[in-house]
T-cell receptor
Framework: KAGVTQTPRYLIKTRGQQVTLSCSPISGHRSVSWYQQTPGQGLQFLFEYFSETQRNKGNFPGRFSGRQFSNSRSEMNVSTLELGDSALYLC????????????????FGPGTRLLVL | DAKTTQPTSMDCAEGRAANLPCNHSTISGNEYVYWYRQIHSQGPQYIIHGLKNNETNEMASLIITEDRKSSTLILPHATLRDTAVYYCIVRVGGTDKLIFGTGTRLQVFP
């Protein structure tokens, strides 16, 4: 079974531009989460989507948004890019079965490395 | 979500067991302990998880204390390819939000 794929793998943008990153989850996985990783802040949760609805959100400004499509593929968008948005953006997917307390393992993609100049 | 505390770095000789500790003293009854590792800016790789029983898979073993306030990840025979940052995460069941700490940088040497 193919793993989580993210496109593009590398991206260079300039301040003020906007960017869209794409994530294709593992087949059958219904939840997609996004994380930002920077040297200063480490790995931080951005948001989670399940059944095309945002289910959880981290502490990021409104410039960061996302969506999920009916096939569970997800995109995240960052508008008005700032230098501090330079980071590795990671996507993770899980089955997200109704659990009532059972954990669901998330599997991460390779990430998209964004450089803002 | 419960906070975890891990040593910043550890060394291990190749072929020996690597024992990575994690403290999670504020863990709640429905929170799972997850371990991931990240090899040089690749996506984090899932290793193992558990609730209260010890767990073992092809990669590692997870030992959780009876009071669930701490756990240890054991890599039974460390190789150079196990050099990575290891993250211990406590996660509420039924959510997909992972709160990563700073992790332990494990260096396996020949």
């Amino acid at each position: 079974k193919a793993g989580v794929t993210q496109t593009p793998r590398y991206l260079i943008k300039t301040r003020g531009q906007q960017v869209t990153l794409s994530c294709s989850p593992i087949s059958g996985h219904r939840s997609v989460s996004w994380y930002q990783q920077t040297p200063g802040q480490g790995l931080q949760f951005l948001f989670e989507y399940f059944s095309e609805t945002q289910r959880n959100k981290g502490n990021f400004p409104g410039r960061f948004s996302g969506r999920q499509f009916s096939n569970s593929r997800s995109e995240m968008n960052v508008s008005t890019l700032e230098l501090g948005d330079s980071a590795l953006y990671l996507c993770a997917s899980s089955l997200a079965l109704a659990s009532g307390g059972a954990g669901e393992t998330q599997y991460f993609g390779p990430g998209t490395r964004l450089l803002v100049l | 979500d419960a906070k975890t505390t891990q040593p910043t770095s550890m060394d291990c000789a190749e072929g020996r067991a690597a024992n990575l500790p994690c403290n999670h003293s504020t863990i709640s009854g429905n929170e799972y302990v997850y371990w991931y590792r990240q090899i040089h800016s690749q996506g984090p790789q899932y290793i193992i998880h558990g609730l209260k029983n010890n767990e073992t898979n092809e990669m590692a073993s997870l030992i959780i204390t009876e009071d669930r306030k701490s756990s240890t990840l054991i890599l039974p025979h460390a190789t150079l390819r196990d050099t990575a940052v290891y993250y211990c995460i406590v996660r509420v069941g039924g959510t997909d939000k992972l709160i990563f700490g700073t992790g332990t940088r494990l260096q396996v040497f020949p």
